[in-house]
T-cell receptor, first 111, second 113 residues
């Protein structure tokens, strides 16, 4: 059973701070890694994905991947109240059409 | 370009009733998925269709059936609804394996009494 683990939170950060969200996965064959944001009552929407070791930046968001440690993270710089949501980590296994999702981390950005 | 659409948005069923949730995508994606989301449980895959003409079980298939009607449409059927199937159901589509975004529909909130 492939597993994706996230700290459920809630994670509270002050406005303007850096929020750090973490995710570990069990399948060493995993190839692609996704971060989704889900506002309450809405469907998940993709923030970014990463498939190479290292960092990938997109605006205020940076995804970090360490395949040796089976660890992926998302950093949100200059956090805004509008970033308050649940963040889902998803992992794509080798040769698999399925994404396995973590249970999500709830982030609250305090004005 | 509507993306992924689902009907209905809300539904209340009595135990034992049946219903079909409809999903369609207009992005010409090969793969389609049905998830359920319950508080504290995250997104759990019910069934998926890797390509037109194929369907496979996910993590929680019991009590559900699916039909990949054509490349655009993927339906989920509850034959005899149970209170344990009260959940939010999301349909999603994706172009295939690898670093491709999975797009979600707006969801169906189902209550079984």
């Amino acid at each position: 059973q492939k597993e994706v683990e996230q700290n459920s939170g809630p994670l509270s950060v002050p406005e303007g701070a850096i929020a750090s969200l973490n995710c570990t996965y069990s399948d060493r064959g995993s190839q692609s890694f996704f971060w989704y944001r889900q506002y309450s009552g809405k469907s998940p929407e993709l923030i970014m994905f990463i498939y190479s070791n290292g960092d990938k930046e997109d605006g205020r968001f940076t995804a970090q991947l360490n395949k040796a440690s089976q660890y992926v993270s998302l950093l949100i710089r200059d956090s805004q109240p509008s970033d308050s949501a649940t963040y889902l980590c998803a992992v794509d296994g080798a040769g698999s059409y399925q994404l396995t999702f973590g249970k999500g981390t709830k982030l609250s950005v305090i004005p | 370009n509507a993306g992924v659409t689902q009907t209905p948005k809300f539904q209340v069923l009595k135990t034992g009733q049946s219903m079909t949730l409809q999903c369609a995508q207009d992005m010409n994606h090969n793969s389609m998925y049905w998830y359920r989301q319950d508080p504290g449980m995250g997104l759990r895959l019910i069934y998926y269709s890797a390509s037109e003409g194929t369907t496979d079980k996910g993590e929680v298939p019991n009590g559900y059936n699916v039909s990949r009607l054509n490349k655009r449409e993927f339906s989920l059927r509850l034959e005899s609804a149970a209170p344990s199937q009260t959940s939010v159901y999301f349909c999603a589509s994706r172009d295939g394996q690898g670093p491709y975004e999975q797009y979600f529909g707006p969801g169906t909130r189902l209550t079984v009494t």
